[in-house]
């Protein structure tokens, strides 16, 4: 959840309050077993999701690849007028 509340932090900080898509990027430690792997990444994904969900948005799509650190990040972008965020 702190990963996607970070990930949309950047639109809030710009005085944007609606995200149009997400985009989750996660890497898989190639250090967790497949039976690690099968528990922890579901629950981080939920996390995530979850987390986009109370801010009004979804999850439409992003990457998971395997590296050697658990990894969690993303993209959150909208449509707006100049008019609508501050710089």
Do not use: H
Not at 16 to 39: A, H, I, P, Y
Not at 41 to 70: H, Y
Request: aromatic share 4%; net charge negative; hydrophobic share 40%.
């Amino acid at each position: 959840k702190i990963a996607c509340a970070n990930v949309l932090s950047d639109l809030y900080a710009m005085g944007v309050t609606e995200c149009d898509n997400m985009l989750m990027l996660l890497g898989v430690s190639t250090k967790m077993t497949e039976k690690e792997r099968d528990v922890v990444v579901p629950l981080i994904m939920r996390g995530f999701k979850d987390s986009a969900l109370e801010a009004g948005t979804s999850v439409t799509g992003g990457q998971t690849v395997v590296n050697p650190w658990c990894t969690i990040g993303g993209v959150a972008s909208t449509v707006c007028q100049p008019n609508e965020y501050i710089v």
